[in-house]
């Protein structure tokens, strides 16, 4: 796929669902499209529609095989790509506390050791960017995250651990990512936060959504309890701040 020229595969899922595909690697142009497709399908709500779901390179669509018209559906979508915009959208920016390193980020002397720096400059390093929500999903609240430093991409581990606690700030590959629940994982724990990205019972469930910008602030150990008591009753924690 070119910027001038796109293309799309379509994927049938069953008999509910399709995968659109616009391409085959991490792109922000790639997911500004998915969006965009994201966007015009639920604000217009083909009958029979029931979801559409983001991820990196692709959109699933989901809908209801006794009353959604495939064939309109995908002539539709032909039309629609060449006009959507590859330019990622600004969403909304979220500033989320994460303690690093110690029985938060069990991982982090070792990941820094690797790539020779030192604790503290793995830290700068991961926590400089502003990354991008590329897709929610594996679990609830999983988030998914590009714009890790190239220099601190890491594989992931070769043995995986049974159990790692919700909240976990990990990388794994070129990836960053915020882990939701608790969960068994192979990505490198750098540290925890106590933010819920996803709740249930909380308005919204999820606290981010593709598009939308992470930027990691270090915090001090000794301000866990407080923080994970407010998110625990609800509280985002995290704060919204504008591009």
Known sequence: MSADHPVVRFLPCGDGAVTVEFGTKIDPALSARVLALDAILDAERPAGFIEAVPTYRSLMVQFDPLAFDY????????????????????????KVPVMYGGKF????EATAERHGLTPSQLIDKHAAPAYRVYMIGFMP?????????????????????????????SIG???????????????????????????????????????DEIVFVPTPA??????????????????????
Not at 74 to 83: D, F
Not at 151 to 161: G, N, S
Not at 194 to 204: H, K, L, N, W
């Open 141 to 169: 609240g999983f988030t998914y995250l590009g714009g890790l430093d190239p220099a601190i991409a890491t594989p992931r581990r070769l043995d995986p651990r049974p159990h790692t606690p919700a909240g976990i700030i």
């Open 105 to 108: 980020g069990i991982d982090l």
């Open 71 to 94: 064939e309109a559906f995908e002539s539709r979508v032909r039309a629609l790509v060449a006009g959507l915009d590859p330019a990622p959208k600004p969403g909304r920016r979220w």
């Open 173 to 211: 590959g070129i990836q960053a990512l915020i882990g939701g629940q608790a969960m068994p994982s192979g990505w490198h724990i750098l540290g925890q936060t106590p933010v819920r990205t996803f709740m249930a019972g909380r308005d919204p469930a999820f606290l981010t959504a593709a598009g």
């Open 222 to 243: 000794d301000r866990w309890d407080a923080l994970d008591r407010a998110a625990a009753a609800g509280e985002p924690v995290a704060e919204l701040v504008t591009p």
